[in-house]
């Protein structure tokens, strides 16, 4: 993965860290997919740009990669995780090695409950998520739950649309997310959403 920050001027500099703030436009090449990330205030300039850079790097490459615009606090699928990984910041040469697939490790989380350890909110999720993956939802419906529960989050007690849901069902089908991720992602919002609801 190699983050690049877009300037004014069009200009691509090389970083290891992501601020994320609104007047920022990130080039994120994560080697299968090009990530394109707009800050709520970032300038219709750097956005041109940033398109422009994105098309000429996929140029370069022997197998074009997919590209996925990402709009500040509208963030879904492996992005979530993707994004997490930028603050905390890249090696010292800007690049780490792709990403593992995320695997729920829920023997190692029962062990540590058995052993007296309370439950935190990884584990909670890491069981919530397991118990999810075993129930045999399709891909799509998966995709649909996350979208729901994305929508309900950022608009507070308004009830999201079908049209709405719709539309951020596809944006997640078109991520290159796995199902453990979605499994983990639907399970996680559930909690946050019901714990949030219990305050």
């Known amino acids: 993965m190699i983050l690049f ?20 436009v990130y080039l994120i090449d994560d080697f299968k997919t090009v990530y ?10 750097k956005k041109d740009f940033a398109m422009k850079r994105a098309n000429e790097l996929n140029k370069k490459k022997k197998s074009p990669a997919k590209l996925q615009i990402i709009n500040q606090n509208k963030e879904f699928g492996t992005f979530i995780a993707i994004k997490e990984l930028l603050k905390t910041g890249l090696k010292e040469n800007g690049e780490i090695e792709a990403r593992d697939e995320l695997e729920l490790n829920v023997d190692e989380t029962l062990e540590l409950i058995s052993a007296g350890i309370e439950k935190d909110l ?31 989050l950022l608009k507070s007690k308004i009830k999201p649309s079908e ?14 997310a796995t199902y453990e991720e979605l499994c983990w992602l639907v399970s996680e919002l559930k909690i946050l959403i019901k714990k949030k609801q219990i305050k």
Do not use: C, P
């Open 163 to 176: 049209k709405e849901i719709t539309k951020k069902t596809e944006e997640i089908l078109k991520s290159s």
């Open 36 to 45: 394109l990330w707009f800050g709520s205030n970032s300038s219709k300039k």
């Open 122 to 152: 990884e584990a909670e999720i890491t069981l919530a998520a397991d118990k999810l993956s075993k129930n045999e939802i399709s891909y799509e419906d998966l995709s649909k739950q996350l979208a729901k529960l994305q929508l309900i």
């Open 5 to 24: 920050s877009i300037y004014e001027n069009g200009s691509l500099r090389k970083v290891n860290k992501a601020d994320f703030k609104s007047s920022k």
